[in-house]
């Protein structure tokens, strides 16, 4: 059963992967169907990613099945507009970062039902693999070694 609080407009969460960084924002529908959010209108069960759609952000069909195997998981389709703010890393890590985070907001709308779910498939795990500082006297690379003399 999801929580009923007042005035709650969105279930928000923070995703995280490598570099990037995603601000997931799962809007409650009322009679209406569309909310505004920054002077743009989301329909439910749309997916925007930097105010633009999700398609053209991930048009390949493999990361379409990714970020929305949550939502499949749960069975939320097309009950939430969502809204997401990614910035930082490559497009992997942003995808990534997106599904954990909206694992992470799903757990927030009802811990009872969803909770054991996403934790059984990995999705509310951070991956802790980060990119491994460069260090003293390798010249410019984490691990490269300095060349030897020749003779």
């Known amino acids: 059963m999801p929580r009923k609080t007042k005035a709650l407009q969105y ?3 923070i995703g995280r992967r490598r570099e990037a960084i995603a601000r ?3 809007y409650i529908m009322g009679k209406e ?3 505004t959010v920054q002077s743009q209108k989301i329909r439910q069960g749309e997916i925007t990613i930097n ?3 999700a398609e053209t952000m991930f048009s390949a069909a493999y990361e379409k099945e990714r970020y929305l195997q ?3 998981l749960t069975n939320n389709l097309d009950r939430f507009a969502i809204s997401i703010t990614v910035r930082g890393g490559g497009h992997t890590g942003q995808l990534e970062a997106i599904i954990h985070g909206l694992a992470r907001a799903l757990n927030e709308v009802d811990r009872d039902a969803n909770r054991p779910v996403l934790k059984k498939n990995g999705l509310l795990t951070r991956d802790p693999r980060t990119r491994e500082r ?8 984490a691990r490269r070694q300095k060349q030897s003399p020749k003779r």
Do not use: F
């Open 51 to 53: 105010k633009r759609p």
């Open 70 to 72: 949550p939502l499949k």
């Open 134 to 141: 460069r260090m003293v006297g390798t010249g410019g690379k």
């Open 11 to 13: 279930y928000e969460a």
């Open 33 to 35: 169907k569309v909310v």
């Open 24 to 26: 997931v924002r799962l």
